[in-house]
């Protein structure tokens, strides 16, 4: 407050580029051990849509604070455009030096979408500038669990699951290790314990809750409907049913090099002998959940795990007449029967 009241006074006596000129108001300092979020400064954003921006983020309290900060200080046409990381319940004035700045830390910047298998996330770490593929594959072998997620983690089970999908902005030169427990830092961060406690409610213990997520996400395409395709796989897992997910069908394939080569991590048109596959990934022969998860999932899959919809529904297949990506679901074989019939490909 004392900043603003002696700008306002000083802006009381003359224009904000007479008081400021170029300088730029000494930072305030960020209290110590705030959470940090990713922030993509557009070209041409107004000091207005920052401070709006900054405001939904937490990175300030006010962003209208923000924006009379920027025009007492002259500092409108000097917002600097690229990806920044900013530190949650930040001083307005430090957010200001750090978005105005000419001279910024070079970083690197990469997104992971929901639902890919870790050797695709090392091709898009690898084309971002996180060193080689081999040093983020390298870097996932070697890396450890925090405690209560390593606790659930069956023996020689790698991390495929583990690393959350998300953007992230790190200075440049930082390594495949640094971007990777990073990563899992952040799962561990957003897979909370409420989570993790409602998911033991329905039978989960994490490693299994992540599993379960991770098929949810290869099966689901809108999200309204991944607490209902998680029901109804606990339905399944109730009756000791195969889960029948083509999705583990097509990791167990993908764990031939030769199929990969030939078909990509997610072969399309399986065949007979593909869901004869004998691995235990392979849920269409094989009853329960997989060893583990198939690929990376997202937050909005690991709630659905934790909080699945209650229904009768045992079945669901892609609504091919409305091509959205949504899915007709049916209680009993006769009537899944018939939407595959009239529903389906």
């Known amino acids: 407050m004392a900043l603003i009241a002696l700008l306002a ?20 300092a960020a209290s110590p051990g705030n959470d940090t979020v990713p922030y993509t400064l ?53 957010v200001i030096e750090q978005v105005t700045v000419k001279q910024m ?10 639902g890919i298998r870790i050797e ?33 983690l069956p023996p020689g089970q790698g ?17 495949a290790a640094a971007l990777v427990t990073l990563m899992i830092e952040t799962l561990n961060e957003r897979f909370t314990p409420e989570l993790r406690a409602a998911a033991l409610g329905q039978g989960l213990n994490p490693h299994q809750a992540l599993t379960l997520a991770s098929i949810v996400e290869r099966e689901a395409v809108l ?16 009756e000791g049913d195969l889960l029948g997910a083509d999705p583990t069908t097509q990791f167990a394939v ?24 004998p691995s235990k990934y392979n849920t269409r022969l094989v009853p329960g959940l997989p060893p583990g998860p198939i690929t990376n999932p997202g937050l909005a899959s690991i709630e659905a795990v934790a909080h699945p919809e209650k229904t009768k529904f045992y079945y669901f297949v892609a609504d091919s007449l409305k091509k959205d990506g949504s899915h007709v679901f049916a209680e009993t074989l006769a009537e899944h029967e018939q939407n595959k019939a009239r529903y389906g490909q």
């Open 9 to 28: 006074a000083y802006f009381v006596a003359a224009t904000p580029a007479a008081v400021l000129g170029d300088r730029v108001v000494e930072p305030l």
């Open 42 to 94: 557009k070209e041409g954003s107004s000091a207005g849509q920052v401070g709006d921006d900054l405001e939904r983020l937490g990175v300030v309290r006010s962003g209208r604070q923000f924006q009379v900060l920027v025009s007492l200080m002259g500092l409108q046409d000097r917002l600097s455009a690229g990806d920044y990381e900013l530190a949650k319940d930040s001083a307005a004035a430090t």
């Open 105 to 114: 830390v070079p970083t690197l910047k990469v997104t992971f979408p929901e």
């Open 120 to 152: 695709e996330m090392a091709m898009l770490a690898a084309e971002a500038g996180f060193g080689s593929r081999q040093e983020f594959l390298d870097a996932v072998a070697s890396a450890k669990l925090p405690p209560d997620l390593a606790a659930t």
């Open 159 to 175: 991390l495929q699951g583990y690393l959350f999908p998300d953007t992230y902005i790190l200075p440049a030169g930082a390594s």
């Open 223 to 238: 999200a309204e409907e991944r607490p209902r395709i998680a029901g109804v796989f606990y339905n399944r897992l109730a």
């Open 254 to 277: 993908a764990l031939d090099p030769a199929s990969v080569e030939k078909y990509g991590w997610w072969k399309k048109g399986l065949t007979i002998d593909d869901l004869e596959n």
